[in-house]
């Protein structure tokens, strides 16, 4: 990546379904250490959320546009600090995402795995956006020239290209170093949380069990039972880190009282190897109590002052648009769609 683009971070939600603990260790708790870190622009992406689930579902999607920004900033995103707005509150996504569609080949398109694993069987039954939501998410980022994407595993593809997309772009109209090459930030152990039935399965907004996941909006009684409830095998916890191999349940216990405490995974084993899951059990329930019910306790009063949330998505949404416009009206020129 060049130094001639200033270091900035973008990253962005769906606004679908209630958001749970694997967003908050996987994203949101890494999001607010960032700020103080770089400038940041944080987005809801409602644009991608009618690709699929909230598609002919409007009144549902409003809700979830202010329910997500609520968790953000719930969760510590400060919108003095970092830009916070609503995806299609910005026109200039779409216009550099039409372009992109035109820079892409198709080739790329085909080899991302996620859309293979969203459209399942009946691909031709999936909605086009969903097969170009690459190039949308490569707009998202581009538009702002931005530098840093915190992304999990399954983001990595197409992060690659986004990468391949600026390069391209910056090859074919020969404008070096316009669109950078924005490098992926992995942040910490832990971030890839599984489900509480089921340790094989990432915890999922659209997982059937409720008690599959922590939600960010539940009770400090909810968050408790549901840790203790949370599935393990019969065994005590094992004396080290290569005793979890085959346990995959009990792993993720253990990964989730590290992200949540910030104490590495050998020392937690190494406190409670050989002793039975619920004492574990009860340490991990009060630990995720106290960093998830005060989350919950600040959306309940974001979500009750609806007007605020709008006024700060629409304030964020003019900062971002200050920043995006005169980048995609210059890729306009550049492509020449403007003189």
């Not at 719930?74 to 820079?103: M, R, T, Y």
Request: glycine residues 6%; hydrophobic residues 40%.
């Amino acid at each position: 990546m060049s130094n001639t683009h200033k270091p900035l971070v973008f990253s962005g939600m769906q606004p679908t379904n209630t958001l749970h603990l694997g967003n908050y260790l996987g994203a949101l708790k890494n999001w607010v250490k960032l700020q103080d870190q770089m400038p940041c622009i944080y987005c809801v992406v409602d644009m991608h959320a009618i690709t699929a689930v909230a598609y002919g579902k409007p009144d549902e999607l409003r809700t979830a546009v202010r329910e997500v920004a609520a968790a953000y900033i719930a969760a510590g995103v400060d919108p003095k600090k970092s830009v916070l707005f609503q995806q299609s509150a910005v026109p200039a996504h779409a216009e550099l995402a039409w372009i992109f569609n035109c820079v892409a080949r198709l080739g790329w398109a085909d080899r991302m795995t996620q859309f293979k694993e969203k459209a399942g069987k009946h691909k031709e039954r999936a909605s086009v956006g969903l097969y170009t939501y690459p190039m949308l998410m490569a707009a998202d980022i581009l538009v702002y020239k931005a530098t840093h994407v915190p992304v999990g595993e399954d983001q990595k593809q197409h992060l690659e290209l986004t990468r391949d997309v600026a390069q391209k772009f910056n090859n074919d109209y020969n404008v070096e170093d316009f669109f950078p090459l924005t490098e992926p930030v992995i942040m910490g152990a832990g971030t890839r949380v599984m489900s509480l039935r089921d340790g094989a399965k990432k915890m999922s907004k659209s997982d059937d069990s409720d008690m599959s996941r922590i939600n960010l909006t539940d009770d400090a009684d909810m968050v408790a039972q549901k840790i203790r409830k949370a599935r393990t095998d019969p065994n005590p916890l094992p004396e080290n880190e290569k005793g979890l191999e085959g346990r995959p349940e009990a792993e993720n216990l253990i990964n989730i009282y590290s992200a949540l405490s910030d104490i590495p995974r050998a020392e937690i084993i190494a406190r409670f190897a050989g002793q039975q899951f619920s004492g574990f059990k009860n340490e991990l329930a009060d630990i995720a109590v106290a960093k998830i019910a005060p989350i919950a306790t600040r959306m309940r009063e974001l979500l009750a002052d609806p007007a605020e949330l709008d006024r700060i998505l629409k304030d964020g949404a003019l900062r971002a648009a200050a920043i995006a416009d005169p980048i995609v009206a210059e890729a306009k020129k550049i492509v020449g769609f403007s003189h």
